[in-house]
């Protein structure tokens, strides 16, 4: 036999039986036969009062499962397994029941809230092949969704017939390693409609993605309406079409909530707002001056943080935005102060001088009256590493969660100091990297942070390099990130996914494999289930972008070179 031939038969011999689902549970047992579903086919539950967005969930998936209309990622595209049709048995009902122990139901939007170290997402599904029903049991209602989740993605169609090629299969106690994972969106820099932001949280549903971060406001501008603050938006939104009235946010944290997503809003302060002048010029030093000198980017500007006026104006801003929420954390940001332009600002340099205090030690008062503002509400507020790792804030609780963004190595300087964390870093998780300068008369010039981050490069990103066994519990788990000077509607999809799935994996299933081999030297076998969930995400509408020439897709792992 040619080697050509003998290593596709060796490397088609070792695909895993499974290729459709993902995140890859963390305990799977899956056949390979053929099991049809009934044109008849239902999602019944066992408990009285269901909340009305599990219903809603049900009838979700329902839909999904006939209208994804995707046919298997082989040569023949499912003509193979055909032949099996006429003897297959047929699945006509699916259950969903919560375990006994579990208390009356609460809706998934609800659970969806509950703080992170209480959130319980855990699902058992069993699929059997003899046509009986099947099963997606769980403790919350959160945790049936995230079954529904994972059923959907079972199912194939060809010819008209929807059925799966993984039965019987069995999944017990699948839940994740860690209890954050996000996805963020900058809304400033571009902004994004509503029907823009419900289509990302769709494909964040069906990877398991449970936090959106919703970087709102930055310097360049507010697109948020604050009913008590109406002026910021006025002044500061592009135009009167692009902000997010109240209803707009309200819609957004209820359609995430349905799909067992929590809402992380940020207000990014001290720094990034230079907007704010625009409305309140007095408030903002360094405003619209010479931003190469006094910015990271243009436009200049961000708030006196010295001022007990703007400090309270902050906080006023920070907790009408947080109480209209139902997410227990809300970001304050808190990166990339520009001390020059504070050591420039003359009303800032006059009130230290008359206080005696440093410039971090007036950042200490002023985070510890918009922070006192949050915690009156019951939040947790979130920060970037800097004020830990570079100002050295003192008036942070210690329940804070901290970002870890400038690099993966500062993550166990943080946890060294006993703060909980989020994994950001901006050499694995910046989808935005790689794509040149967007700054003008540069035309040589390449991304801050390059170079393109790969789907390859994310996946690999271990959680606890160089965390000790103590310090496991601090990390809370990460997310990807899209900052948006260079991205719109136009390419949102296109750029986030399906590359954003790939952490999804990583931070629910952890670092074994279900096979009890390592995520990490297996991207050989994650490739044909992430071809797998993009084409999905594809046939609902979200333009994910393609890995590979299709005919590597429908061959797997020929293509690994």
Same mark, same amino acid.
């Given at each position: 036999?040619?080697?050509?031939?003998?290593?596709?038969?060796?490397?088609?011999?070792?695909?895993?039986?499974?290729?459709?689902?993902?995140?890859?549970?963390? %305990?799977?047992?899956?056949?390979?036969?053929?099991?049809?579903?009934? #044109?008849?086919?239902?999602?019944?539950?066992?408990?009285?009062?269901?909340?009305?967005?599990?219903?809603?969930?049900?009838?979700?998936?329902?839909?999904?499962?006939?209208?994804?209309?995707?046919?298997?990622?082989?040569? @023949?595209?499912?003509?193979?397994?055909? /032949?099996?049709?006429?003897?297959?048995?047929?699945?006509?009902?699916?259950?969903?029941?919560?375990?006994?122990?579990?208390?009356? $139901?609460?809706?998934?939007?609800?659970?969806?809230?509950?703080? *992170?170290?209480? &959130?319980?997402? @855990?699902? %058992?599904?069993?699929?059997?092949?003899? !046509?009986? $029903?099947?099963?997606?049991?769980?403790?919350?209602?959160? #945790?049936?969704?995230? #079954?529904?989740?994972?059923?959907?993605?079972?199912?194939?169609?060809?010819? !008209?017939?929807?059925?799966?090629?993984?039965?019987?299969?069995?999944?017990?106690?699948? %839940?994740?390693?860690?209890?954050?994972?996000?996805?963020?969106?900058?809304?400033?820099?571009?902004?994004?409609?509503?029907?823009?932001?419900?289509?990302?949280?769709?494909?964040?549903?069906?990877?398991?993605?449970?936090?959106?971060?919703?970087?709102?406001?930055?310097?360049?501008?507010?697109?948020?309406?604050?009913?008590?603050?109406?002026?910021?938006?006025?002044?500061?939104?592009?135009?009167?079409?692009?902000?997010?009235? =109240?209803?707009?946010?309200?819609?957004?944290?209820?359609?995430?909530?349905?799909?067992?997503?929590?809402?992380?809003?940020?207000?990014?302060?001290?720094?990034?707002?230079?907007?704010?002048?625009?409305?309140?010029?007095?408030?903002?030093?360094?405003?619209?001056?010479?931003?190469?000198?006094?910015?990271?980017?243009?436009?200049?500007?961000?708030?006196?943080?010295?001022?007990?006026?703007?400090?309270?104006?902050? $906080?006023?801003?920070?907790?009408?935005?947080?109480?209209?929420?139902?997410?227990?954390?809300? =970001?304050? @940001?808190?990166?990339?102060?520009? /001390?020059?332009?504070?050591?420039?600002? #003359?009303?800032?340099?006059?009130?230290?001088?008359?206080?005696?205090?440093?410039?971090?030690?007036?950042?200490?008062?002023?985070?510890?009256?918009?922070?006192?503002?949050?915690?009156?509400?019951?939040?947790?507020?979130?920060?970037?590493?800097?004020?830990?790792?570079?100002?050295?804030? /003192?008036?942070?609780?210690?329940?804070?969660?901290?970002?870890?963004?400038?690099?993966?190595?500062?993550?166990?300087?943080?946890?060294?100091?006993?703060?909980?964390?989020?994994?950001?870093? =901006?050499?694995?998780?910046?989808?935005?990297? +790689?794509?040149?300068?967007?700054? +003008?008369?540069?035309?040589?010039?390449?991304?801050?942070?390059?170079?393109?981050?790969?789907?390859?490069?994310?996946?690999?990103?271990?959680? *606890?390099?160089?965390?000790?066994?103590?310090?496991? %519990?601090?990390?809370? +788990? @990460?997310?990807?990130?899209?900052?948006?000077?260079?991205?719109?509607?136009?390419?949102?999809? =296109?750029?986030?996914?399906?590359?954003?799935?790939?952490?999804?994996?990583?931070?629910?299933?952890?670092?074994?494999?279900?096979?009890?081999?390592?995520?990490?030297?297996?991207?050989?076998?994650?490739?044909?289930?992430?071809?797998?969930?993009?084409?999905?995400?594809?046939? &609902? +509408?979200?333009?994910?972008?393609?890995?590979?020439?299709?005919?590597?897709?429908? &061959?797997?792992?020929?293509?690994?070179?």
């Amino acid at each position: 036999m040619p080697l050509f031939i003998t290593a596709i038969v060796l490397a088609l011999s070792a695909i895993p039986c499974c290729l459709s689902i993902w995140p890859i549970p963390r %305990s799977l047992d899956s056949g390979n036969q053929i099991l049809k579903l009934s #044109g008849l086919f239902d999602i019944s539950i066992n408990f009285t009062n269901p909340p009305q967005d599990l219903l809603d969930a049900v009838t979700r998936t329902k839909y999904s499962i006939q209208t994804d209309q995707l046919e298997r990622l082989i040569v @023949g595209r499912g003509l193979s397994d055909s /032949t099996a049709f006429g003897s297959a048995k047929t699945l006509r009902t699916l259950m969903l029941a919560l375990e006994q122990s579990a208390s009356t $139901a609460q809706p998934i939007a609800t659970e969806a809230v509950v703080a *992170l170290d209480a &959130r319980d997402e @855990g699902y %058992s599904l069993s699929v059997p092949l003899d !046509g009986s $029903a099947g099963v997606v049991s769980a403790n919350t209602t959160l #945790g049936l969704l995230r #079954g529904l989740s994972t059923f959907e993605q079972l199912w194939y169609t060809y010819d !008209g017939t929807i059925y799966t090629n993984y039965a019987p299969l069995t999944i017990v106690n699948d %839940s994740p390693a860690y209890a954050y994972r996000g996805f963020m969106l900058d809304t400033a820099r571009n902004f994004f409609s509503v029907s823009d932001i419900k289509r990302t949280l769709d494909a964040m549903y069906l990877v398991k993605i449970n936090t959106f971060h919703w970087h709102i406001t930055d310097s360049q501008s507010w697109p948020i309406q604050v009913v008590q603050f109406p002026e910021l938006a006025q002044a500061g939104a592009y135009s009167t079409n692009q902000s997010y009235t =109240s209803s707009d946010i309200q819609d957004v944290v209820t359609y995430a909530g349905e799909r067992g997503i929590d809402v992380l809003v940020e207000i990014d302060t001290p720094g990034h707002t230079a907007i704010i002048g625009a409305s309140h010029p007095e408030y903002v030093a360094c405003y619209l001056s010479d931003w190469i000198t006094f910015a990271g980017e243009p436009p200049a500007g961000q708030l006196r943080l010295a001022d007990a006026k703007v400090a309270n104006f902050t $906080a006023a801003v920070l907790a009408a935005v947080a109480e209209t929420l139902p997410s227990t954390i809300f =970001s304050t @940001g808190g990166d990339e102060l520009d /001390t020059a332009c504070y050591a420039a600002d #003359g009303p800032t340099q006059m009130m230290l001088n008359e206080s005696g205090r440093t410039l971090f030690e007036a950042l200490d008062i002023f985070t510890s009256t918009t922070h006192g503002a949050l915690h009156a509400l019951g939040k947790t507020a979130v920060v970037w590493e800097e004020m830990i790792l570079e100002y050295n804030t /003192t008036t942070l609780r210690n329940d804070t969660i901290v970002m870890v963004w400038i690099s993966s190595d500062d993550a166990a300087a943080v946890v060294q100091k006993g703060y909980r964390i989020v994994h950001a870093p =901006s050499n694995y998780f910046y989808l935005d990297c +790689g794509a040149g300068e967007w700054i +003008g008369n540069d035309p040589t010039g390449n991304s801050w942070c390059d170079p393109f981050k790969t789907w390859q490069e994310s996946y690999t990103f271990n959680p *606890l390099a160089n965390i000790s066994s103590a310090q496991v %519990s601090l990390v809370l +788990g @990460g997310e990807q990130l899209l900052w948006t000077e260079q991205s719109g509607p136009e390419n949102l999809d =296109s750029i986030v996914w399906p590359r954003a799935a790939s952490s999804a994996e990583v931070f629910w299933t952890g670092d074994t494999l279900p096979d009890g081999f390592d995520r990490v030297g297996n991207i050989s076998e994650a490739l044909p289930r992430l071809h797998d969930v993009r084409y999905r995400m594809v046939q &609902r +509408g979200i333009k994910a972008i393609r890995l590979q020439p299709e005919w590597c897709a429908l &061959r797997p792992q020929v293509c690994d070179g």
